[in-house]
């Protein structure tokens, strides 16, 4: 079924399919480890984040079948201060961090539910973290949800701050902040 994967940049154009991944993603590989309620939590900071697509950092992971490219995962590097969400979640911060100074981040990592545990992930963390290194970065953070943490830490990621927060459905959205060295 699978031959290989291959891997591009995404533009502008592969918004309506990168948005169709992430609402497959959230709302099917969440549920064995939150609740629906929390599940809806969690899309109040998730989504799609023009702005890494715009810095030629956010990847499209394909599957190359017999009869066409398949969308199967994205994800990407950020050079900017924000640690995480989409283009409406509060508390953004937009600015250039410094490689010399500041952590890159990996950002908007997704898979569509019918091809985990394939080893997209891996490819998604191993593109990201080859690109931030190549521009300078010497450390690299992420905002975790609970599902993505197994994945991080296996891949050498360490937490260093939980937030937890109540959110406007009042279930409990956790994001788990984690850092590797490059």
């Known amino acids: 079924?699978?031959?290989?994967?291959?891997?591009?940049?995404?533009?502008?154009?592969?918004?309506?399919?990168i948005i169709e991944l992430m609402r497959a993603a959230i709302a099917e590989n969440m549920k064995a480890f939150l609740s629906a309620a929390e599940i809806t939590a969690a899309q109040e900071s998730m989504g799609l984040d023009r702005?890494?697509?715009?810095?030629?950092?956010y990847f499209l992971i394909e599957a190359n079948t017999p009869d066409c490219?398949?969308?199967?995962?994205c994800g990407g590097w950020?050079?900017?201060?924000?640690?995480?969400?989409?283009?409406?979640?509060?508390?953004?911060?937009?600015?250039?961090?410094?490689?010399?100074?500041?952590?890159a981040r990996i950002r908007a990592m997704y898979t569509h539910p019918r091809w985990t545990r394939r080893g997209i992930g891996?490819?998604?963390?191993?593109?990201?973290?080859?690109?931030?290194?190549?521009?300078?970065?010497?450390?690299?953070?992420?905002?975790?949800?609970v599902?993505?943490?197994?994945l991080y830490r296996a891949r050498g990621y360490v937490e260093f701050e939980r937030d937890i927060e109540?959110?406007?459905?009042?279930?409990?959205?956790?994001?788990?902040?984690?850092?590797?060295?490059?």
């Open 122 to 145: 891996t490819l998604l963390l191993d593109l990201g973290e080859a690109a931030a290194k190549s521009a300078g970065y010497k450390t690299i953070e992420l905002g975790s949800t």
């Open 1 to 17: 079924m699978l031959d290989q994967f291959s891997h591009r940049l995404a533009t502008r154009a592969d918004e309506p399919a």
């Open 69 to 73: 490219k398949t969308l199967v995962g």
């Open 147 to 150: 599902p993505g943490e197994p």
């Open 78 to 103: 950020g050079k900017r201060r924000t640690l995480y969400g989409g283009d409406h979640t509060k508390g953004r911060d937009d600015s250039f961090s410094n490689p010399a100074t500041d952590a």
């Open 166 to 182: 109540r959110t406007e459905n009042g279930a409990v959205n956790t994001i788990i902040r984690m850092r590797k060295s490059l």
């Open 51 to 57: 702005t890494l697509i715009d810095d030629g950092t």
